[in-house]
Nanobody
Framework: QVQLVESGGGLVQSGGSLRLSCAASGVTFDIFSIYRMGWYRQAPGKQRELVAL???????TYADSVKGRFTIARDSGANTLYLRMNSLNADDTAVYYC?????????WGQGTQVTVSS
């Protein structure tokens, strides 16, 4: 059973920081399982959008709107994905979802709410 569980969301003031975590179980970062993992977000009334990706070889990709402010990282030993978010603003308010693309399928977490107050 594959599970992705996000945590770390919350309410933060504009300019503040948060770190999101995504604990994966049932899949691993080794070469036989996960191709890439990523963070996506969905704001009210908007489509889900890519925030950041990290591939099996460590290559990272960021949405233009978060470049220089957000950092995606993984701890393969702990099977955990992170998203460090700095200089948050109201446009970053959304539900953030963890995604894993693997040899056994594509999986989503339940999401964690991030609210940035101005």
């Amino acid at each position: 059973q594959v599970q992705l569980v996000e945590s770390g969301g919350g309410l933060v003031q504009s300019g503040g920081s948060l770190r999101l975590s995504c604990a994966a179980s049932g899949v691993t970062f080794d070469i036989f399982s996960i191709y890439r993992m990523g963070w996506y977000r969905q704001a009210p009334g908007k489509q889900r959008e890519l925030v950041a990706l990290i591939t099996r070889d460590g290559t990272t990709t960021y949405a233009d709107s978060v470049k220089g402010r957000f950092t995606i990282a993984r701890d393969s030993g702990a099977n955990t994905l992170y998203l460090r978010m700095n200089s948050l603003n109201a446009d970053d308010t959304a539900v953030y979802y963890c995604n894993a693309d693997s040899t056994v399928g594509n999986f989503w977490g339940q999401g964690t709410q991030v609210t940035v107050s101005s």
